[in-house]
Antibody, heavy 123, light 111 residues
Framework: QITLKESGPTLVKRTQTLTLTCTFS??????????VGWIRQAPGKAPEWLAL???????RYSPSLKSRLTITKDTSKNQVALTMTNMDPVDTATYYC???????????????WGQGTRVTVSS | QSVLTQPPSVSGAPGQRVTISCTGS?????????VNWYQQLPGTAPKFIIS???NRPSGVPDRFSGSKSGTSASLAIAGLQAEDEADYYC???????????FGEGTKLAVL
């Protein structure tokens, strides 16, 4: 059974750096074809993909946020972390950790989602 | 503004069939990428329910079906039930943006 759970601060101030951790079980991020991603959803808005890290340490970022994002993995701890710098109130959203299985680094679906963690950015 | 266009809302009576459209372009759906659909109930995470090739995870009833043609895709829900009332999002990959993209969502109301 695959589960993912996000953790991190619920409130950050403008210009601060946000670090979120995803702790997962039921799969290994060292298995070929396995990817973990971060997707966020602002209140009342559609989901927005942020970043992906793959079993081979391949990394991909949203072009519009690339300069602010860093994704890393700790395979031994079954964790993936996302860092977002220079936070702004427009970054207020629920941040989800997600799982994907695909032989390629493009396309495909996000089959499993964590419960999400709500992050509010104050001005 | 999303690269995938969905109607803001659709509605139907219990037992009816409804469809939700998702229109993209040659850099995403038209480039051959599959389209995936997610259902989001209030206060919960989006849940993958079906893809355009009708790949459906276990537990999702076969009342849900997906299709794709050209630069568009559709989600059909037959035998509408009250529990189907939710937000639905389409998702694919955009080769020009090098990013996974979502539609803006469609709110389904069961009358």
């Amino acid at each position: 059974q695959i589960t993912l759970k996000e953790s991190g601060p619920t409130l950050v101030k403008r210009t601060q750096t946000l670090t979120l951790t995803c702790t997962f079980s039921g799969f290994s991020l060292s298995t070929r074809g396995v990817h973990v991603g971060w997707i966020r959803q602002a209140p009342g808005k559609a989901p927005e993909w942020l970043a992906l890290i793959s079993w081979d340490d391949y990394k991909r970022y949203s072009p519009s946020l690339k300069s602010r994002l860093t994704i890393t993995k700790d395979t031994s701890k079954n964790q993936v972390a996302l860092t977002m710098t220079n936070m702004d109130p427009v970054d207020t959203a629920t941040y989800y950790c997600t799982h994907r299985v695909d032989a390629t680094h493009t396309g495909g679906l996000w089959g499993y989602w964590g419960q999400g963690t709500r992050v509010t950015v104050s001005s | 503004q999303s690269v995938l266009t969905q109607p803001p809302s659709v509605s139907g009576a219990p037992g009816q069939r409804v469809t939700i459209s998702c229109t993209g372009s040659s850099s995403n759906i038209g480039a051959g990428y599959g389209v995936n659909w997610y259902q989001q109930l209030p206060g919960t995470a989006p849940k993958f329910i079906i893809s355009s090739n009708n790949n459906r995870p276990s537990g999702v009833p076969d009342r849900f079906s997906g299709s794709k043609s050209g630069t568009s895709a559709s989600l059909a829900i037959a035998g509408l039930q009250a529990e189907d009332e939710a937000d639905y999002y389409c998702q694919t990959y955009d080769i020009s943006l090098s990013a996974w993209v979502f539609g803006e969502g469609t709110k389904l109301a069961v009358l």
